[in-house]
Structures are given as structure tokens and as C-alpha cells.
């Protein structure tokens, strides 16, 4: 079998080209997001099936980053037969650094110039004779966004990794040539892609030289004899200077130069990165996602034209108000007005499953052990999850298209000084704004922070962006809310919370951390670009794709287990118990309640029931919704009051998350920081609720609304963080 | 005239003399293209005041003063 990787910078199209080429093969068990694990996939217009592996997106070879180091690793030890070096011809200049590296090693290389479509547009050529002939490897125009040039391309691929390629340089007519030359003398016989590793030792590579210090030495003393440079020596510095020399003398001419005036992106940077509007800016954008996914009264219409709608009429047909259960049963309308297309496809979504579940119920016995199991576990179960799977991937493919667009990098841009507070870089942000969507993809984007601590701090605080399976909580809890006060408001103040308790929770540990320094902040900034459609729905479906196989698998087994515990007593085989309050379930759930007393939702007759919800959503966070469905609690019948809500919400929220991002985090995290990951998020969790719940209960009783509490909070939390860093700022001074 | 980037002002033009910086943030600067004859121009301060925007060869790229710092200019009239 064939195998073929694709490198490249990061934003230089090797996505889109991957999906291109593999269409919808690529493995499942992938996260959707950014690419820090490889993609694998495979390409089938051959006879011979070829593997396309998709490896993250670096700038060099140095093992700088853990995706640098990825890549070197893969592409020096798994010998693909072939590389496909992705080069953004509208950035030839520094796209071609990594190519002068790529070329050194014993591979096939292929140079796909992507984009080619844009310099078209302007009139721009590049020459591809001259470039081929100066790298000696095919060069081959393509355009992956329009799908031009793609079978050409793979055509030339797979001719080439039916050869052998020895490695070049362009190093060899310069000053360090003689120095490369003598090291890759040394070891051609006893390593493989011996010239990858000379340069590596010319370069002071620090493992290179352990590995071979004997060379080392020679290398150095006649590093001695060559005449005075301007780098004092270090050839590092020299050797990423002559990189960029050869670049620069040979292809200046093919150099693209578009408009010295302001493009698109710098007059949409005007806007986006203002010294004063950039931030008001950002938190907008953020309420605007969250009131398309969560809000009720869309835009506020129904306050300001006071429409009232029934829960019946050919009005809500369209807009899918009305075909929620719990509404029809009370046959009033709870919805008024016109939803968020959120709100709107959740509806709809909640009528199919609703509708399925009335078909199986007509026709199964009625009162048989499996009708129950069938109906009330199994579809119930299926239902609370397939109803909030429109908001999540809606707030998925919000997520995704403020990544692909650019507008994430300036976030953390804006960003980076306020994280710095924190001890963390403003590359964290993005990790973290994905949290929102899945703390799975958001954890394994840690990657692309350098540090390791930066990377444990960052893991820790994730699932405090509350993410899409934790979103039915809130929608839950803000329809029980609704009555008192506005439900978007409520979900917004827990979003809320969680950033703010995420900041106070870094810069606890920023504290606590001995020599804790702050990781550079050396990045690019991509101009902007319209998303993608196709790679949206790719990551959509594969999004789409991994909650199927988590509801059929996984969360399946739980429900059985729960349905199971919550219709049979213990001695189970006299068969289903009428009352839930005589089941397995119960007996445990009231025993384990004592340790959620003190945060509000433990006590009163149902407080086992947010118990058992609590504990199941260990499994996934969809189980908590899930659980409580099953339990009887639901819309009309939770009767907790708004510090115990928010408490619960708060716990919910802190604790630990589900089991695949507990497993995700253990392979992201150093080993000792992940048992203090674990500890924290116990501990944490319950402090917060315990604070969110008394400070509640106390301001209930003299205010009147439960926002206010939240409001409160998070002023404290800003004055807290400001009071931190201002005190030790002044104690460095 | 020569000056560190970290003080340049919006809008001005120079040229890469020396780069003061150690391991790692040495190695990302010249990988990112930073290295010296480079010209470079001083686009913007982000909001809160660091870091701040540069655009070379070609590109856009994104620093902390503390990162500016490490770059010896020659400021181009």
C-alpha cells in the first residue's frame, strides 16, 4: 500500500486539500478542529488504494512545537513514500523556508503551489520550470478550494513514490556547505536521511550532538578555522539566514506582490482589531452566536410586537412552536413568539423523536417489561439527546466558521495581554473558545501551546467553557427559569460564570506555579476568508458522526444501566417495580444526596433524583438532561429555587467533565498534572457550588431576581483578578 | 538611525539588523522569517497594548514587545 503525507504551513489550504482528496474517508475518531492529530484517509482513484495522511501544519523542522515535532517524526521514522509539500504561492517566500528543510530528507517530494486561482486573478504567474529545476522535484499548480489541478497532482505523487529520492540541499554552496558536507560523509553509512542530520549537527541540534559527539567536535574545530560571520557563531542563525538568502536570490522575481494600498483584510482589521471597538466587538459576536442558538424570542420580537401565539395554529407549524410534549400536555404555549433557529430546530427535532416514540407506544403491549425498556429507556433516552444536537452543531459550526475565517487568530491577538495576566498566551484562547463546542477537540488543541504547564493550566480550565452536551442542562434549567426571569440570560450569566471562574482558577495557579513563565507569542496572522462551506459540513458531519456513535454505544449502555436501576428493586427478579421511589436507583441515590446537602439540590424528595443525574453525566454530560428525563424531572417538575438551580448548574459545570474528555485530558497532560487536574476539578466544583448556592439563597431573600446573584459574582471575580495581578505587579516593583 | 522594534511607530519601515534573542524565541523568529536584512514594517498596537502587528515578507505576524525587543531595526526614511 501506498502511503502519502501532506505538509505544509498552517493556513496554506492542506485541509481543504486533504478533504479534497479523500472525500468522506477519513477516519472516524478524528476531532474535528484544529489538525493536531494526524488525519488519515484514503484516495481511490487508483487501482492501488493509497493512504493520504494529513500532518499538522508547521513553519520548520525544529523541534519548536509538539506538531514540529509530529511531523519530523512521522515524516524520518514511519517513511511514507511520498510527501506532498503544500505551498501557498500567494505566500511563496516563507512557505518555501520549510520546503529547503523538507527536501533534505530521503523522501519523494512533491511541491503543490495551492492557490493558484488567486494569483490568476491577479495576473501573476510563477515559474514552475525554474522552481522545479532549482529543487529538483515536480512542482504542480493546483487550486484545492476549486478542485482544480487534483488529479494531476496525485497522478505525479504516485509516480513518485514508486521512486527512491536522496535528500538535497541548498546549503551546499554556501558558506556552512563544506561543514554539511563533512558531517553527511560521516553519516551516510550508519543513519537513515543523512543530510537531514548534518545539517541538524551543523546546526548545534542538541540531540544530534549527543548522538554523535566525536563529530561534533570536529565539526566545531573546523567551525573555528572559517572566517569571522556576522552571527557570532551561531548557526542556527545562519543557517535560517542562508535558507532565506537562497529564497530570496532565486525566486524574488515569482515573489507575488499585490497592492501596496490596504486589502481586504487589513480594511476588515481596521474594524475587528480597533484599539477601542475590537473588544465590544468580540463579546457581540459571542451573544449574537449564543442568542441564534439559545434564545426563545428571537431578536426580541415577540416583546416588541407582542406576539402571542397558541400552541396550536398554522402559524406554529412554521415555526415549530408547539410540538414540544410537556407543552402540548399542558396545552398551553410556554413558547410564544418567533424562536432562534436553535430553539426552532430543537423543536422540530423534539417532534420527530416524540412522534417515533407515540408509534412505538401504539403498538407494543402495553405494560410489558421491554415496551418500558423500549419506550421509556432506550427512545426517551434517544430523545433528550437528539433534541439539543441541532444547538450543539449549530454552536459547532458557529465555532468553526470564526476559526476558519481568520477572526480567531485576532482574538487571541486582542487577547494576549489580558491572558498574560493570567499566565497563559492569547494561543490559549482558541483552545478554550473551542471548549465551548467540545472540551475533546478543545483539549487535544492544547498542542499548539509550546509549554507544558501552559498546556495543564489550559487543559484544567477547559471544561469550564461549557460545552454543547453540557448545553441542554442550561437550556433545561433556563426553560424551569423562563417563568421567573429571561431563559437566554440565564445561559448567558453560566457561560459567564465559567469564564470567570476559569480566569480566577489560572491565576490561582499562575500563583502557586514556582519559575512560571509566560510562552512566546511569535505568530501569524492569516488574512481573512470566507469559511468554507465544504469544510464546515466535513467538520459538522464528523461531529455529527462521533455524537452518533457516542449515543449508540456509550451512552446506550448507560441508559439501559439507568433504566434498568431506576424500574427494579433489588430483588429485581419479582420484576419492574410500579414506583420509582422503591427502585435500586433511589435506595443509592438517597444515601449519596447527604454529600450534595449543603449545595441545595441534595435535600427535598427529588434530591436524589439531580443526584443520580449528577453521577450519570460522568458518562457523558448529555446523560444528566438524559437522566433527569427519565427520573420525572423535567419542565414542570423542577422545583428547585434559583440558587439551588444555579448550583446545580454550577456543579454541573465544574466538576468533572465526561469520561472521553477525562481520557483525552490524561493523554494531553503531563503525568503529575493530571492527577492534580483530577483532584481540581473535584474539589473546585463543589467549593463553587457551596459559595453560588448560600450567597444565592441569602441575596434571594432581600433581591429579586437570581441573575442579580450572578451579576454580583462576577464583579467580585473581575475585582479579584484585577486586586491579583495588581499586588504582585506590585510586589515585583 | 538604529532602534528595537519594540519602539517603533505605526507606519515605520526598517531593516533587520541583530537578533538578541536565546533558544527558542531565537529559533521562532528566524523561522518565522525574521532574520536579518529582513525589511520590516510596524502595522498596529493591539488594543490592550501589546502585542503588537508587524507585516514582512508577505505576511502578517503577531509579537509581544518583550519579543520586539530582541530585534535590532535600521529605521528606513
Known amino acids: 500500500m501506498i502511503k502519502i503525507c501532506l505538509a505544509g504551513n498552517p493556513n496554506c489550504g492542506k485541509t481543504t486539500l486533504f478533504n479534497s482528496l479523500t472525500g468522506s474517508t477519513a477516519h472516524v475518531g478524528n476531532w474535528p478542529g484544529v489538525t493536531v492529530e494526524k488525519r488519515e484517509g484514503s484516495y481511490r482513484k487508483f487501482d492501488e488504494k493509497i493512504d493520504i495522511v494529513d500532518l499538522p501544519g508547521i513553519y520548520s523542522m525544529s523541534p519548536y512545537t509538539p506538531e514540529e515535532v509530529v511531523s519530523r517524526n512521522y515524516i524520518l521514522d514511519e517513511k511514507p513514500n511520498c510527501v506532498i509539500n503544500i505551498v501557498d504561492a500567494t505566500n511563496l517566500e516563507r512557505n518555501l523556508y520549510l520546503t529547503t528543510q523538507l527536501l533534505e530528507i530521503d523522501v519523494p517530494v512533491v511541491v503543490a503551489l495551492n492557490m493558484m486561482d488567486i494569483l490568476k486573478k491577479n495576473n501573476e504567474t510563477i515559474d514552475i520550470k525554474a522552481l522545479s529545476e532549482a529543487f529538483k522535484v515536480p512542482v504542480v499548480e493546483i487550486s484545492a478550494l476549486k478542485d482544480e489541478g487534483l488529479d494531476d497532482l496525485m497522478k505525479v505523487a504516485y509516480g513518485e513514490a514508486k521512486k527512491v529520492r536522496k535528500g538535497t540541499t541548498i546549503l551546499e554552496k554556501t558558506t556552512v556547505g563544506s561543514l554539511v558536507r563533512e558531517a553527511y560523509n560521516e553519516l551516510k553509512t550508519s543513519v537513515s536521511s543523512p543530510l537531514f542530520h548534518a545539517v541538524k549537527l551543523v546546526e548545534n541540534d542538541e540531540l544530534e550532538c549527543k548522538d554523535h559527539p566525536e563529530l561534533a567536535k570536529r565539526i566545531s574545530d573546523m567551525k573555528s578555522k572559517l572566517p569571522e560571520d556576522d552571527f557570532e557563531g551561531d548557526y542556527e542563525a545562519i543557517i535560517a539566514n542562508e535558507r532565506y538568502e537562497y529564497i530570496g536570490k532565486n525566486f524574488k522575481h515569482t515573489f507575488v506582490k499585490f497592492n501596496e494600498g490596504l486589502t481586504k483584510s487589513d480594511k476588515i482589521d481596521k474594524v475587528l482589531t480597533h484599539k477601542i471597538w475590537s473588544i465590544p466587538i468580540f463579546l457581540l459576536i459571542m451573544f449574537v452566536v449564543f442568542h441564534f442558538t439559545f434564545s426563545e424570542d428571537f431578536l426580541g420580537l415577540n416583546k416588541i410586537f407582542g406576539l402571542e401565539i397558541t400552541s396550536k395554529g398554522w402559524f406554529n407549524f412554521f415555526t415549530g412552536m408547539g410540538y414540544d410534549g410537556a407543552i402540548e400536555e399542558e396545552g398551553e404555549a410556554i413558547l410564544s413568539g418567533i424562536p432562534s433557529l436553535g430553539v426552532f430546530l430543537q423543536s422540530w427535532m423534539g417532534f420527530l423523536t416524540g412522534s417515533i416514540i407515540d408509534l412505538f407506544n401504539s403498538f407494543l403491549p402495553e405494560g410489558a417489561w421491554y415496551t418500558s425498556l423500549i419506550c421509556d429507556g432506550i427512545l426517551t433516552g434517544i430523545d433528550s439527546i437528539f433534541s439539543f444536537i441541532p444547538q450543539v452543531l449549530l454552536l459547532y459550526l458557529f465555532v468553526s466558521i470564526l476559526e476558519d475565517s481568520g477572526y480567531m487568530a485576532r482574538v487571541a491577538f486582542i487577547m494576549d495581554r489580558a491572558f498574560r495576566k493570567f499566565g497563559l498566551s492569547g494561543k490559549a484562547f482558541i483552545p478554550l473558545l473551542m471548549g465551548f463546542g467540545c472540551s475533546v477537540p478543545a483539549m487535544l488543541a492544547t498542542k499548539t501551546l509550546e509549554d507544558e504547564k501552559e498546556r495543564d493550566v489550559t487543559i484544567r480550565i477547559t471544561p469550564f467553557f461549557s460545552c454543547g452536551a453540557k448545553a441542554p442542562i442550561w437550556t433545561l434549567l433556563a426553560a424551569v427559569v423562563a417563568g421567573r426571569f429571561l431563559g437566554d440570560v440565564f445561559v448567558f450569566s453560566i457561560y459567564i460564570l465559567g469564564i470567570a471562574i476559569a480566569i480566577i482558577a489560572a491565576i490561582i495557579m499562575k500563583v502557586f506555579s514556582k519559575n512560571y513563565d509566560v510562552p512566546p507569542f511569535i505568530m501569524e496572522l492569516p488574512q481573512y476568508h470566507a469559511p468554507q462551506f465544504k469544510n464546515l459540513m466535513v467538520h459538522l458531519w464528523e461531529k455529527f458522526k462521533h455524537f452518533i456513535y457516542k449515543a449508540s454505544t456509550i451512552i446506550m449502555a448507560a441508559i439501559i444501566v439507568i433504566w434498568f436501576l431506576s424500574n427494579f428493586s433489588w430483588d429485581f427478579w419479582n420484576g419492574m417495580v410500579d414506583d420509582i421511589e422503591s427502585s435500586i436507583l433511589a435506595s443509592v441515590g438517597r444515601v449519596v444526596r447527604y454529600i450534595f446537602y449543603p449545595l441545595g439540590f441534595g435535600s427535598g424528595a427529588d434530591g436524589w433524583k439531580y443526584t443520580a443525574a449528577t453521577f450519570t453525566g460522568l458518562i457523558a454530560k448529555e446523560d444528566v438532561v438524559g437522566t433527569m428525563a427519565q427520573l420525572g424531572l423535567v419542565e414542570g417538575t423542577i422545583n428547585l429555587s434559583n440558587a439551588a438551580i444555579y448550583s446545580f448548574a454550577a456543579y454541573n459545570l465544574f466538576t468533572l467533565p465526561c469520561f472521553a474528555a477525562v481520557s483525552t485530558a490524561k493523554s494531553e497532560s503531563s503525568k503529575k498534572g493530571f492527577l492534580v487536574t483530577l483532584a481540581w476539578w473535584l474539589a473546585l466544583s463543589y467549593i463553587v457550588a457551596l459559595i453560588i448556592y448560600w450567597l444565592g439563597t441569602l441575596l434571594e431573600a432581600v433581591l429579586w431576581l437570581g441573575s442579580i446573584v450572578i451579576v454580583v459574582i462576577v464583579l467580585l471575580v473581575i475585582l479579584l483578578g484585577f486586586y491579583v495581578s495588581k499586588k504582585k505587579r506590585a510586589q515585583i516593583a | ?77
Not at chain 2, 505605526?10 to 528566524?30: H, N, P, T, Y
Request: aromatic share 6%; proline share 4%.
Open chain 2, 1 to 77: 538611525m538604529e532602534k528595537l522594534l519594540s519602539e517603533f511607530k505605526i507606519g515605520e519601515k526598517g531593516i533587520v539588523k541583530k537578533i538578541s534573542a536565546d533558544g527558542r524565541m531565537k529559533r521562532r523568529l528566524f523561522d518565522m522569517g525574521v532574520t536579518p536584512n529582513t525589511e520590516i514594517l510596524f502595522r498596529k498596537v493591539s488594543p490592550l497594548g501589546d502585542p503588537i502587528e508587524v507585516s514582512l515578507r508577505g505576511y502578517e505576524l503577531s509579537l509581544r514587545k518583550d519579543e520586539a525587543e530582541k530585534v535590532l531595526m535600521e529605521v528606513q526614511e
